[in-house]
C-alpha cells in the first residue's frame, strides 16, 4: 500500500452567507493513496477539532456517488479530476505527493452559500415540485404491464433518470444555468408513455421555474463534461424543442 | 426513573384466516371522511422510501402533512443508495411465484421470527407497489419486448425482483420524492429540510408532536400534531463502518424509545458478504458490492493460509471454494448470514486475502471463461468500474476481495399489525421499525416494505387511530410539556458544547463501532457480550467527560451534529448486547457461538425464542425491561433452514 506525502489543502472557509471568504492552508504530511479524498477531509477535520478548532463544514453522505450530496469544485474542476465520478468517489490515488489540491465550494448565483464549502441547492426542489412528477394517486395505477415500454425508450429515460442532483452542471456552468439538470428531469418523464399527459404542462411550469433561479443557457457544453453521471447535452435540445411546442400550442389556445 | 406510561405488547392482528387479514382490517377499521382529513395535522419525521410515499399518500388524502429530514432535501435519504431491486409477487414470469410463496420465503428468510399476518400483507400488497411505481414513471428494466424484466436475487429460487439498472433504490426514492414534491408545490405537504427531529413529546398518554433542531440555526423548536411518524432509517451505523450513508443514525428512534416506545430485536443485525474490505483504520465507510455479483462469481480462499502466490498462480487444487464445498445446492448463492458467517471462519482461519489478510475472493475468471468479457461487462460493468476505482485493481484481471459488514438492522421500533408503537399516536415505518422480517432480511425486500409501510399501509391505518379525535382539541406548542422538553434539549446540546474534552466525536464513534464489531457483530458468545456491556459504559463515561465540539452553536455545527447522534448510539450499543446475552439461540443475523450444530450451523430454539423481545426503557441504560411478544404460527410450521 503506498501513501502520499506533503499534501497541502487550500481550502476555502467562509462563517456565513454574507461573510468574507478566505483560503487556509493545511498541511497533510501523509495519506494512503486507498483513503478518497473526503476521508482525508475527515481526518483533517478530526485533527482540527482536537487542536480546538472548527471543522471544515462540507456536504457528504452516501460517499458512493448516488446521493449527490457532495459538491467541491477540485482543482478548479466540480467533481475533480475523475471522470464520471462525484467528489466522494475522488481517491488519493489520483494525486501525487506534494500536490496542492485547491477545494472551493460551488459557486453559482442559484446556490446561496451555507458555510465554508456547502452550499444551499434546494433550489433543485422547487423545479422539481413545479412539474417534475407524472399525477397518479396511491392506488389508482393499472397492471404495471399493461402498457409496453420499449426497451430503448425505457432506457433513453434511464439514462436521464440517472441525475443525482448534485448541481456540478450549474457549478461548471459560465452562466449558473441549471438546463441540464433541468432537462434530465425533463427527460425521464417525458420520454414515457405515462408523461405524456402532462408533458406541455410541466416542461412549461419547470423550465419557468428554472429560469427563475438560474442564469441562461448559452450552449458551453461545461455541463456535460462535469456531470458526474455523464448526462447527455441532448436533453437539453429536447427540452428546448419541448418548450416551444407548449408555448406555441397555449398560445394558440389563448388566440382562440 | 422513567415517568413513561407503562407497557403492554398488542399486536392487533386482526381476525380471520391469514389471507383475510388484511381485508377485514379494512373493511372494519374507521374512517376520517374527506373534509374532516384537514382537521388533522400527521408529522412524518423522514423523507426516504417509506417516508416520502407516506407524505405523499396522506398529503393526497388531504391530511395536513409536514416532513421533517435532516437532509438538505428528500432525495438524498439513504434509501438512495439500494442497488439490487424491489420484490414482487407478480409472477410475472410464470415461474411459480404467488403471494403465498412471497410470503413464505419471507418468514423462513427471516428464520420464523416475524409477524405473520404483517409478513402476508407485505407480499399482498407487493404487487400494488410495482404498478404505482410504474405509473409514476419509474423506468424499471424492461425485456425487447417491452415488458417489466425480472431478475432471481439473493438466492431466491424465482425471479420475483424488479430493478433499474444497479440504481433501483434511486429510482424508487426519485419516484417517491417527486410524488410528495407535488403534494408540496400544491401546499399539502409543508416541508422542513435540515431540520433534526431530536425528542418526542408525550401529553396526556398519546403523543402530541416532536422537538427538532434547526441544523442552520441550531435553534430548538416545538412542533404538535395528532400523530407522528417516524420514517427515520435504520442503525446500521452504531458498527462505525458499515455500508449505510455517513448520517444514518438512531437518534430518532432512541429518543422515542426514551418516551416510551419499546425497541424489539435491537441484536437482529444483517452484515451484508460483499462489500469492499477495510483497506485502513482511518476509513470512515464502507462500500457495498451488489449481491447480484453472487449469480457469476465464485467465491474461494487460498488453502493454505501462508499462501504468498498471486490469484491467477494458484492453482485449483490449492484453492478452498468454502461455499460451494459446504452448501452445494446453495453454492455461492447461499443466504446472506450464511455467506457471512462462512467468510469470517476463513478470515479468521489465517486463509484472508489482500494486503491485510481481510478479505475472500470472488472470482470471475470461469464466469469470462464461459460467456466472454463482453457479457461480463454488460452485466456489472458499472460495478467493476466502482471496484477498481476504490481499490485500484482491476477485477476483470484478478478477483475481487470481497468482506462482510454492516448493511441492514432488522430490529428498530415495536410496532403492532397498524405499525403504532407502544406509544399511542407514534407510528414508526420502513427500516425503522422492526416489522417484517424477523431475524434475517431477504435481498431486495426492504424497499418493498419501505413502500409498503408508506403508500399502502399507514395511510389505512392512520385513520383507525385519528378518527376518535375529530374536533377534540390538541396541546399546542405553547404546552409546557413542549416547553420543558425544549428546553431540556437545548440543555443536553449546550451540555456537548461545554465538556471542552480532547477527542472529538468520530473517535469515540469509531471505538464503540470497534466493541460492537467485535462482540455483537458476526459471531456472538457470552463472555464477548459480556465484556461489551462493561466496555461500552466506560467508554460512554469517558464521551461525557472527555468530548470535545469545536465551533458555535448558532450556524451549521457538523461536530455537534455527530455528537449528539454518538450519544444515542452508545445507550444503543448497549441495548444491542443485552439483546444479544438474553437470546440465548442462533437465528438469522444472531449467531450465538454456544448455539451451533456440530457442523457449525445455527442452532434455533423454538420452545424457549419464538418471540419478538421489546425492551422497555427504564430510566437506566444499563437495566432496560424485557417484554416478549410471543409469535404464534397458523400458517407456516417450523422448519430449519438448510441450504447445503
Ligand atoms: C448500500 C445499500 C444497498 C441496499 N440495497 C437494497 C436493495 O437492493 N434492495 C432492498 O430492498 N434494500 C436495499 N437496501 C436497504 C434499503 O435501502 C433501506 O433499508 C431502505 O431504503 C430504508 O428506507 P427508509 O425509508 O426506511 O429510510 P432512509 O431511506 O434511511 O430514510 C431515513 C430518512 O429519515 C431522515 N431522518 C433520520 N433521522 C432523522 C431525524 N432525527 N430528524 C429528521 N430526519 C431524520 C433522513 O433524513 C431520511 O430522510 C440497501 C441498503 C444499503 C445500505
Ligand atoms: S456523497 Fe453521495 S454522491 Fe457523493
Known sequence: ??????????????????????????????????????????????????????????????????????????????????????????????????????????????????????????????????????????????????????????????????????????AACPNGAASLFTSAKLAHLNLLPQGQSEREKRTEAMVEMMDDHFGSCTNHGECESACPKEISIDNIALMNSDYLTSKFKNRKKLAR | MSTNAPITLDSKIPEGPLADKWQNFIANEKLVNPANKRKFKVIIVGTGLAGASAAATLGELGYQVEAFTFHDSPRRAHSIAAQGGINAAKNYQGD??????????????????????NVHRLAEVSVDIIDQMVAQGVPFAREYGGLLDNRSFGGAQVSRTFYARGQTGQQLLLGAYQQMARQIGLGNVKLWNRMEMVDVVNIDGRCAGIVCRDLMTGEFSSHAAHAVVLATGGYGNAFFLSTNAMACNVTAAWRAHRRGAAFANPCYTQIHPTCIPQADDFQSKLTLM???????????????????????????????????????????????????????????????????????????????????????????????DMYERITGENPYNEPMRIYPASHYTMGGIWVDYELMTTVPGLYAAGEANFSDHGANRLGASALMQ?????????????????????????????????????????????????????????????????????????????????????????????????????????SINQTLEKAGRVD?????????????????????????????????????????????????????????????????????????????
Not at chain 1, 69 to 96: E, N, W, Y
Not at chain 1, 155 to 165: H, K, L, N, Q, Y
Not at chain 2, 97 to 116: M, N, P, Q, V
Request: proline residues 5%; contains cysteine; aromatic residues 8%.
Open chain 2, 290 to 384: 451488489s449481491e447480484s455479483l453472487r449469480n457469476d462469481g465464485r467465491i474461494w480462499v487460498p488453502t493454505n493460509p501462508d499462501e504468498s502466490r498471486s490469484a491467477a498462480d494458484i492453482p485449483d487444487d490449492d484453492r478452498d471454494y468454502y461455499l460451494e464445498r459446504i452448501y452445494p445446492s446453495f453454492g455461492n448463492l447461499a443466504p446472506r448470514d450464511v455467506s457471512s458467517r462462512a467468510a469470517k471462519r476463513m478470515v479468521d482461519n489465517g486463509q484472508g486475502v489482500g494486503p491485510l489478510k481481510n478479505g475472500v475472493y470472488l472470482d470471475f475468471a470461469d464466469a469470462i471463461d464461459r460467456l466472454g468479457e463482453q457479457t461480463i461487462r454488460e452485466r456489472y460493468g458499472n460495478l467493476f
Open chain 2, 568 to 644: 444515542d448510539f452508545f445507550e444503543l450499543g448497549l441495548l444491542m448486547c443485552k439483546d444479544a446475552l438474553v437470546r440465548e439461540e442462533s437465528c438469522g443475523g444472531h449467531f450465538r457461538s454456544e448455539h451451533q450444530t456440530d457442523d457449525g450451523e445455527a442452532l434455533r430454539n423454538d420452545d424457549d425464542f419464538a418471540h419478538v423481545t421489546a425492551w422497555e426503557w427504564s430510566g437506566d441504560a444499563e437495566a432496560p425491561i424485557e417484554h416478549r411478544e410471543p409469535l404464534n404460527y397458523e400458517e407456516v410450521e417450523f422448519q430449519t433452514r438448510s441450504y447445503k
Open chain 1, 1 to 170: 500500500m503506498s501513501v502520499l506525502t506533503n499534501i497541502t489543502l487550500k481550502v476555502w472557509r467562509q462563517d456565513g452567507p454574507d461573510g468574507q471568504g478566505r483560503f487556509e492552508s493545511h498541511q497533510v504530511p501523509e495519506i494512503s493513496e486507498e483513503a478518497s479524498l473526503l476521508e482525508m477531509l475527515d481526518i483533517v477535520n478530526e485533527r482540527l477539532v482536537e487542536e480546538g478548532r472548527e471543522a471544515i463544514v462540507f456536504d457528504h453522505d452516501c460517499r458512493e456517488g448516488i446521493c449527490g450530496t457532495c459538491s467541491l469544485m477540485i482543482d478548479g474542476q466540480a467533481h475533480g479530476p475523475t471522470k464520471g465520478a462525484a467528489t466522494c468517489q475522488v481517491h488519493m490515488r489520483v494525486f501525487s505527493s506534494g500536490d496542492e489540491i485547491v477545494l472551493e465550494p460551488w459557486r453559482a448565483d442559484g446556490f446561496p452559500l451555507v458555510k465554508d464549502l456547502m452550499v444551499d441547492r434546494s433550489a433543485f426542489d422547487r423545479i422539481v415540485e413545479a412539474g417534475g412528477f407524472i399525477t397518479s394517486p396511491t392506488g389508482g395505477a393499472p397492471d404495471a404491464n399493461l402498457i409496453p415500454i420499449p426497451k430503448p425508450v425505457s432506457d433513453a429515460s434511464m439514462d436521464a433518470a440517472a441525475c443525482i442532483g448534485c448541481g456540478a452542471c450549474v
Open chain 2, 96 to 117: 411459480g411465484d404467488s403471494i403465498h410463496r412471497l410470503f413464505y420465503d419471507t418468514i423462513k428468510g427471516g428464520d420464523f421470527r416475524s409477524r405473520e399476518a
Open chain 2, 450 to 554: 419501505g413502500l409498503s409501510d408508506g403508500y399502502f399501509v399507514l395511510p389505512y391505518t392512520i385513520s383507525n387511530y385519528l378518527a376518535q379525535w375529530l374536533n377534540k382539541p390538541i396541546p399546542d406548542e405553547t404546552h409546557d410539556e413542549f416547553l420543558k422538553i425544549e428546553s431540556e434539549n437545548r440543555d443536553r446540546f449546550k451540555q456537548y458544547m461545554s465538556i471542552g474534552g480532547t477527542r472529538g466525536p468520530d473517535y469515540f464513534h469509531r471505538e464503540l463501532g470497534r466493541i460492537i464489531w467485535d462482540y455483537c457483530g458476526m459471531d456472538r458468545n457470552e463472555a464477548g457480550l459480556d465484556k461489551a456491556l462493561s466496555e461500552i459504559p466506560a467508554l460512554h463515561a469517558e464521551f461525557k467527560k472527555d468530548l470535545k465540539v469545536t465551533g458555535g452553536d448558532t
